[in-house]
């Protein structure tokens, strides 16, 4: 019942529900349990069920786009969630509770830091998106990025906990007082700054509001991803996605945004300019020569007949004998018919692309975007520079927004502007697309940076650099809406040094595990000794 409550808890603190508080107690029931269940494999069952029960109360939505891809993120993200704690249980019975309790900190901080950089990454529940609907809380973020919140409630739990064995233990003791007192310190402290923050940088948005010259568009075409825009007429979607944008455009229009996979037919990206296709684009932009354009689109590149040119992702098509990549796209076209692309980075594991270790697997999983397969991929950020550099976009790609340190490496090169563009429509009307749009709000707050979201289904919208939602567009609709915005190049302590507390964490983590490991195996060896 204890690991039961433990995961209900952490998904009735989670995002779209607006009891976040709990997130500062979720974790209290499975510390009890480290404590009182003697065997660990008992203690490794009853933590699988905890995370299992959050997973999947949580990110069940999944399911709607792939059932084989849901069932696998949920079965191994709650299996990968339990290797902090058997790590801080081993060094609580090697060192003693304050030392396992403190490691835990590091050990789940590092699991985060692997988990959004290796190949099965999955990062949806990062401790510190729990926030996500409370910027007002957390605009210290611009410091230390949503690792800060995995920090602040890490400690809570540790507090609380210690607050709870010292009062077992003494009852109204010193030690309970001291752990007590520190815990509410820590609560309201960060809350306090916060609030501080805010007032300052209330101030800066404002101002910079009066100077806002000139305007993006954000365009929602609410075309079904399930029924109508891999298979339906793309000429059709692209009139929809101009008629809607020219609704907007204005004299002081710079930028219109579309959303991913918004021209949805795969064509070779050398042809994207003199494409038949693409004609109705260009007209769109010789009608009004000072936008740009923010688009998704579906494109491959050719290698060729020879195998040793193509990529590690490449595909071989056996009736032409040709190996190509097929990419996720982000597009900036110009009334010159400029064109720069890029590929999205951060792939979804399962239905964009496959670890190494799991390829065997391959068939068992659907792919969101409407491509099948491994998709090919960019190796760092670009960012989309106009004519004339007023807005230098950060062409995010759906999944990408969750990726707070990635989403600083555009700000480091450049961009004053984040444009977040996704689909959203396979979850259907569900906490999913609403959990999404959310967290975008903390990318901007680390970087203090305007979003322009441009959602198929909704949500599409603005975001402030204090991450308040401007012109929240409901599911399910087409629309188009438009906002004067500033251009301004800011840089962050965040966005300047990245995921400071996760590299350091992950190194003290990686020493506290030799050391754990060479205890180990000393006390081994003095036990047969002896």
């Known amino acids: 019942m204890l690991s039961v409550t433990g995961g209900l808890l952490l998904w009735a603190s989670w995002p779209v529900s607006p009891m976040t508080m709990l997130i500062f107690f979720s974790w209290i029931p499975l510390l009890w349990l480290d404590e009182h269940i003697v065997k660990n494999r008992s203690f490794f069952a ?74 099965l990454s999955w990062p949806w529940l990062t401790l510190g998106n729990v926030f996500a609907l409370h910027p007002e809380w957390v605009q210290w973020y611009a410091y230390t990025g949503s690792t800060g919140g995995t920090l602040w409630v890490l400690i809570s739990n540790v507090l609380v906990y210690g607050a709870i064995r010292a009062y077992r233990e003494g009852g109204r003791s010193r030690d309970y007082f001291r752990a007590a007192g520190s815990w509410i310190f820590l609560l309201a402290a960060p809350i306090l700054i916060s609030r501080m923050i805010l007032d300052k940088e209330k101030k800066k948005v404002q101002a910079s509001l009066t100077t806002a010259t000139k305007n993006v568009i954000v365009v929602q075409p609410n075309v079904d991803p399930w029924n109508e825009k891999f298979s339906g007429s793309v000429q059709e979607q692209l009139s929809k996605l101009i008629s809607l944008s020219e609704e907007k455009t204005d004299a002081n229009t710079a930028m219109v945004v579309w959303p991913e996979t918004a021209i949805p037919y795969s064509l070779e990206e050398k042809n994207i300019r003199s494409s038949e296709l693409y004609q109705p684009v260009w007209s769109f932009l010789h009608r009004h020569p000072f936008v740009n354009l923010v688009t998704g689109i579906n494109s491959f590149k050719s290698y060729g007949r020879i195998k040793d040119s193509a990529t590690a992702t490449s595909r071989y098509d056996a009736a032409s004998g040709i190996y190509y990549d097929e990419f996720n796209t982000a597009a900036f076209f110009d009334s010159d018919t400029n064109i720069n692309l890029y590929h999205k980075a951060k792939l979804v594991p399962g239905v964009e692309t496959l670890p190494s270790f799991l390829g065997f697997m391959g068939k068992w999983f659907e792919q969101l975007g409407g491509i099948s397969g491994t998709l090919g991929r960019d190796t760092e950020q670009k960012v989309f520079v106009p004519w004339d550099h007023h807005f230098k976009a950060a062409p995010i790609i759906c999944y990408e927004s969750i990726y707070g340190d990635y989403v600083t490496g555009y700000i480091r090169r450049g961009a004053n502007i984040l444009t977040i563009i996704t689909n959203d429509g396979w979850w259907h009307d569900t906490p999913g697309y609403k959990q999404h749009m959310n967290y975008a709000r903390l990318r901007a707050i680390e970087t203090r940076t305007w979003v322009a979201r441009s959602a198929n289904t909704g949500i599409s919208c603005f975001i402030d650099p204090l991450g308040n939602v401007i012109q929240p567009q409901p599911w399910n609709t087409s629309s188009a809406i438009n906002m004067n915005i500033p251009a301004e190049n800011r840089l962050t302590f965040y966005a300047e040094h990245g995921d400071y507390i996760s590299r350091a964490a992950a190194v003290v983590a990686a020493i506290l595990l030799v050391l754990l490991t060479g205890t180990f195996f000393y006390n081994k060896i003095r036990s047969r000794k002896a």
């Open 46 to 119: 009853l933590t699988y069920l905890h995370m299992f029960i959050w997973n999947a109360a949580t990110t069940w939505w999944i399911w709607y786009a792939s059932d084989a891809g849901a069932a696998g993120a949920i079965i191994a993200n709650s299996l990968i969630m339990c290797l902090p704690w058997m790590l801080m249980r081993f060094t609580r019975k090697q060192w003693g509770a304050a030392a396992g309790y403190i490691s835990l900190i590091f050990f789940w901080i590092a699991f985060e830091y692997i988990h959004h950089n290796w190949e």
